[in-house]
């Protein structure tokens, strides 16, 4: 199964664990694609070693920006590796919240920074997967979009890139539509994978790294 997602074949259905609490402390490896899957982000160029890189529009530039000031007002957050590709966004991000002090066996020494999995130890990673088994065996909820969760992150991250965009087209009187809640720039939905072990977090960075090498045989592709 984790072959099919990364041999540029990632499916476009959410990855969503049913029951899966995403305001949990983790690491999450997540999607987030244009409206039609537009290439509107930039193109993939070529150095004079041959060397393939992404080349940012102007619109990618808004959501290079945007993605990083979301990291830069979240101390519960951080970016471990991400690419921006013509017409689609992959990450991984963490989810550290400190453990409350009156919450039994907190004995956490870490705080609510850290970008790379050496930082976290390979306990981080074992437990978002205990985290995962346990709360799939729960009965299902309703979702709610909690404040610090994955769901929160990416809806005002989305709607940051939105508003940034809608002034560049007044400020340039471009003559195309505005973008609203009738008019995403980005599909409404994002496709999310929480990262169980750390085989699988060296597997997707390494399929981020290598994403702009390997566009043309992309799913997502056009």
Known sequence: MMDDKFQNKYRTQSHRLPCWDYSENGFYFITMVTQNRECYLGEICRRENGMPYMKLSDFGEIVDN??????????ELNCDEYIIMPN?????IILKKPIPDNCPGS???HGSHGSHVETHGRASLQSSQSQATQSANQSAAQFVRKP???SSFVGGFKSAVNSKIDDYIDENNLDIPKYNRNNHFSQPNYHDHIIRDENEYYRIKN????????????????
């Open 66 to 75: 945007e993605w990083k000031k979301s990291f830069e007002i979240r101390d």
């Open 107 to 109: 004995t956490d020494s």
């Open 148 to 150: 610090k969760s994955i």
């Open 207 to 222: 399929y981020i790294i290598n994403n702009p090498a390997n566009w043309k045989d992309d799913r997502f592709y056009e």
């Open 88 to 92: 689609h966004l992959h990450a991984i």
